[in-house]
């Protein structure tokens, strides 16, 4: 065998040089991809028993009410017989047909007894064209009541209301203000 020229070793040297560079390349390329592809575990509390992200809950009680729950973020604690939700709105459609959408930061369900707590920049909005402003809200489903003790802004197209406290009997629409009552009549 004849020994090759100082150049074609040069050339041999120079290409495995380049093809391993490319190989260490392509290595390094492929590792980061996987790194990125990770996707970490998240752990759950103990005392959680599901934790779910874009909640959709309806449900149709025995005597007809319709319920539909949306929140950016529920979680349930069947011990506790509760959800919990970030970001919630709630559609509630009652057996004679009237319609509430209550909304808030918060929300806490009782699964059993289905009465619902709804805190932080409180809204509920009805069929009529009713809103009401509020921080906390507490409905209880037996008796188709609302309630709360904070401070309540109640307006429509015709009228303002401002106070503090207050129940709202759904079936009956019916608002009540309790305290520190100031009203404006819009013409």
Known sequence: MKALPDRKK????????IVALAAGIAALMVSRVKKE??????????HVDIQVKDVLFTDVGADGTKWEIRADKGIYLRKENKAHFDNVVVKLVLPGGSEYRMRGDQGELHT????????GHVIIDSDRGDRVTLDV???KNKERMIRTDSAVVH???????RGKGMVLSLTKRELKLLSHVKAVIKR
Do not use: C, F, G
Not at 10 to 17: H, M, N, V
Not at 37 to 46: H, R, S, T, Y
């Open 137 to 139: 809200l507490h409905y």
């Open 37 to 46: 592809a990770v996707i970490p575990l998240k752990i759950i509390p103990d």
């Open 10 to 17: 040069r050339q041999i040297a120079a290409a495995l040089t």
């Open 155 to 161: 307006e429509n197209d015709r009228i303002q209301v």
């Open 112 to 119: 059993e007894s289905r009465d619902m707590s709804i805190t």
